[in-house]
């Protein structure tokens, strides 16, 4: 049985570059990774992106940005424990515990990169249009099996991945250049949409980019030639994302009054199962700093936890064969179980979250119904065909340069790019956008 090792995992070779990539004591590539993620204008747009209250108006929620950034930090954490144990037992390149918990950092620190305007509602609306718009339907009929797989399972994985390696910094192969280790595990769906993966990890424009990554990393090919088995420290990264919602969505609940203090209390506590916090929380006498200490210690439990299960299940993960979210396999499996069970019914559901979610919604299809066909008319101008109407020339002239000229041009590609600068809105620039176009607000 094939197994990925350590050294190629950790591969600082950095995409669309022929420079030879090398760990270095003072500033790891990781740590470069997690820079120039930090600096880019897709990651600084996530501050007005949903996490779970679309357009709250109030900073005690979190935004796509906070939910990254912690993200990122329990990331971190976990990838240095799981580290230590990985550094003293294998071959590493020269990488430290450090440089994996950065690694896994960076690509925590972008997991969410990709998702349009209104959360997972955003990626929904694009997929439904797709499949059930008259305009989806036109321009699905000049598109490859291929090309039209990408838009019916359209995910903001695959967008994530393509902000990585395209759209930031366009005018240099690669995109970031990011390291194919931090790559490798950002991908939690390692396949295209062609394969049997519940989603996809890359758009056919990026398969060459997705297959270097693999390649150097050292990952396991699937059979069917469309996908690979997971980088181990994808993992890790799932697990942080699993962590953070799981206690922090629930804590911002309690904010919005959607759950009693109890509640959450006896959740957390059951996850610490310590008497000093029992005894500490007692002391104190706000509800919401009761909440901030248990939630700060239920994170130290679970980190622990996951980092002990990705080390016990080392050889599995290697292997290939490991499948199961970490946080489904930890001690605490039954009470986060609960957790995201009541989450569903009481927070996700709640009805001042599913009629903004459901707006937004209608908002992503009715911009994708105004700008495809007025984007198809003036191309098909351009090639010599029939002259484009006024309003389609006027809606166009909106759009970024990109668009108006797109290269190279097809179906495909023109749809591509306007799900792009869909997808890189705020949530309040898509409603802005949208009552301009509808004539709702000028």
């Known amino acids: 049985m094939p197994q990925m090792n350590w050294k190629n995992l950790l591969s600082p070779h950095r995409i669309g570059t022929d420079a030879p990539g090398k760990i270095t ?76 918990g950065a690694a896994v950092a960076a690509a925590a620190l972008a997991h969410d990169i990709g998702n349009p305007p209104m959360g997972h509602a955003g990626e929904e609306a694009i997929r439904y249009w797709f499949e059930n718009s008259s305009v989806g339907q036109d321009i699905a009929a000049y598109m490859s099996d291929a090309e039209r797989a990408d838009i019916s399972k359209y995910d903001g994985n695959a967008q994530g991945f393509r902000v990585l390696t395209r759209l930031e910094m366009p005018d240099r192969p690669g995109g970031m250049q990011l390291t194919c280790a931090t790559l490798g595990t950002f991908a939690k769906y390692p396949g295209s949409a062609k394969s049997d993966l519940k989603k996809c990890g890359f758009f056919q424009q990026e398969k060459e980019f997705f297959a270097e990554t693999a390649a150097s990393c050292g990952m396991i090919p699937d059979k069917n030639g469309e996908s690979w088995k997971r980088h181990p420290l994808s993992f890790l990264l799932e697990a942080a994302d699993d962590i953070a919602y799981l206690t922090v969505d629930f804590e911002d609940a309690l904010r919005q009054n959607l759950i009693e203090y109890s509640e959450l209390e006896s959740y957390f506590l059951d996850i610490i199962d310590t008497e000093s916090s029992r005894s500490y929380v007692k002391t104190l006498t706000s509800s919401r700093r009761k909440a901030e200490y248990l939630r700060a210690q239920a994170i130290g439990v679970l980190v622990r936890s996951a980092a002990d299960e990705f080390i016990k299940n080392h050889e599995e993960l290697l292997n290939g064969t490991w499948n199961t979210p970490l946080t489904e396999t930890i001690p605490q499996k039954e009470i986060l179980k609960k957790i995201r069970s009541r989450s569903a019914e009481s927070i996700y559901n709640h009805p001042s979250v599913a009629e903004v979610v459901g707006a937004g919604f209608e908002l992503v299809m009715g911009m994708l119904d105004i700008f495809v066909p007025c984007v198809n008319e003036t191309d098909r101008e351009k090639c010599g065909g029939k002259a484009a109407s006024t309003r389609s020339r006027r809606i166009s002239a909106m759009l970024p340069e990109i668009l108006r000229n797109p290269v190279p041009s097809s179906a495909y590609y023109r749809l591509l790019g306007i799900l792009d600068y869909i997808s890189g809105m705020t949530d309040r620039n898509a409603v802005a956008l949208y009552q301009k176009l509808k004539g709702i607000s000028l």
């Open 25 to 100: 004591p003072e500033r790891s590539p990781f740590q470069r990774d997690f820079d120039r993620i930090v600096f880019s204008g897709s990651f600084r747009r996530l501050q007005d992106k949903t996490q779970v209250f679309p357009l709250s108006g109030t900073t005690d929620c979190h935004t796509r940005l906070t939910h990254s950034m912690e993200t990122g930090s329990i990331a971190r954490s976990l990838g240095t424990a799981a580290g230590v144990s990985i550094c003293r037992d294998a071959d590493t390149g020269g990488a430290h515990p450090s440089d994996i």
